[in-house]
């Protein structure tokens, strides 16, 4: 049994610390809007006022916030995590960042004495709550087993794919091709209505057929109804576009079609659509009538 300090409670962390203490952990959450931590602290966790109060005595700290401002937020400086951790803690970030980012907050980690695992998930909202979730991990083969039980309450597969770094590149490429297939979702359906098609039907249709990932199955419900709660915010696939655009420019590798698409998605959040699920894509190709 560990003692774990969590940092970020929004759609994924409260599922994923809810797992935590469902599989016997010690659990200490922070989340910088506190009102959001009532709810683990009903369940039993204890509720810390900063990043750095909740890493003290912690075996393992994880973080799961939106971005890389975010997790510089929650991991360094005065009242950051790594001020509090104690050496040979294991810290892991789960959220989904630049690879850049997750480098350099690992060489903090080690200047702390601690070990760093970049380990974003893949999986949304429903696999965050049911501990579904796949760990794309980069970081040292020691550190992995020692985090292995805690990963493994919150998800069903962990996969290594070498140092510091790679973690976050994997769940990139992953998502680059999420965005866009989910964008191209969107388009199939505006044109099947457009057209006279009857959409429950077209969907129906599609899910059967050889062009249609899982991810269609778990998006086109959501699609058809226009109902646009947010399992993962446009704000954040934008986020991962830009990020992924951005490592395409260091390595000299175009990528248009991500380009286009980050672009499209920027018109969402101009229309200040951005909390909104990405399925709100819809309302910008083709707003209800
Ligand atoms: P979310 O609901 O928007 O939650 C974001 C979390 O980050 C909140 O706890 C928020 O705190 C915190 N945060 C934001 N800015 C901060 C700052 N400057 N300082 C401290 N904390 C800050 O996002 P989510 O959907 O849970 O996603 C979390 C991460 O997982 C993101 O990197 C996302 O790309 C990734 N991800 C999401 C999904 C998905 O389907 N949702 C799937 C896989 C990966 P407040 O409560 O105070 O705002």
Sequence with gaps: MKHIAFLGLGIMGRGMAHNLLQSGHTLTVYNRTSARAEELAHEGAQVAASPRAA???????ISMVADDHAARAVWLGEEGALAGAQPGAVCIDSSTLSPACMRELAQHAAARGCAFLDAP????????????LIFFVGGDA?????????LMAMGKTIHHLGANGSGAMMKLINNLI?????????????????SGMDTAQV?????????????????????????????FS?????????Y???????HHVPLPTVAAAREIMHIGLAQGLGEQDVMVLREVLQPAK
Excluded: W
Excluded at 55 to 61: G, K, L, R, S
Excluded at 121 to 131: D, P, R, Y
Excluded at 204 to 219: A, C, D, E, G
């Design 55 to 61: 890493a003290e005595n912690a075996d393992v700290i």
């Design 121 to 132: 998930v893949t999986g949304s909202k429903a696999q965050a709550e049911n501990g579904e």
């Design 142 to 150: 020691d550190a992995i087993e020692r985090a292995r039980p805690v």
């Design 178 to 194: 999420g965005g866009v297939e989910q964008l191209v979702l969107v388009e199939g359906i505006a044109l099947a209505e457009a």
């Design 203 to 231: 969907a129906s249709v599609l899910t059967q057929t050889t062009v249609s990932p899982i991810l269609f199955q778990r998006k086109l419900p959501q699609l058809l109804a226009r109902n646009y709660n947010a399992a």
């Design 234 to 242: 446009l704000r954040l696939m934008h986020k991962d576009m830009t």
């Design 244 to 250: 992924a655009l951005a490592e395409g420019l260091d």
